[in-house]
């Protein structure tokens, strides 16, 4: 399941995420807790845009795009965290 979001705070959001916090949500149903893929994009506006654009994607197009910066599907959280 690939789960695509926005968020200004990413840290807090990703470790929520991973410890299941939100009970009965869509990322805690599909089990969603590795991160493949991040944009850093400044103002929520042109996030928002990027997340629709991406959302509105195929699946074909989304696995494209994570390949094209992460092809081993590493999750990236320590990347995040070590900011």
């Not at 197009?61 to 070590?82: C, F």
Request: glycine share 4%; with cysteine.
């Amino acid at each position: 399941m690939l789960y695509v979001g926005v968020t200004s705070t990413i840290k807090s959001r990703i470790k929520k995420h991973k410890e299941h916090f939100y009970k009965d949500s869509f990322t805690d149903k599909y089990n969603c807790e590795y991160l493949v893929y991040y944009e850093v994009i400044e103002g929520i506006g042109d996030a928002i845009k990027r997340e629709k654009q991406i959302k509105a994607g195929s699946r074909k197009k989304k696995i494209d795009l994570i390949n094209s910066i992460n092809p081993e599907w590493k999750d990236l959280w320590d990347e995040i965290e070590s900011r």
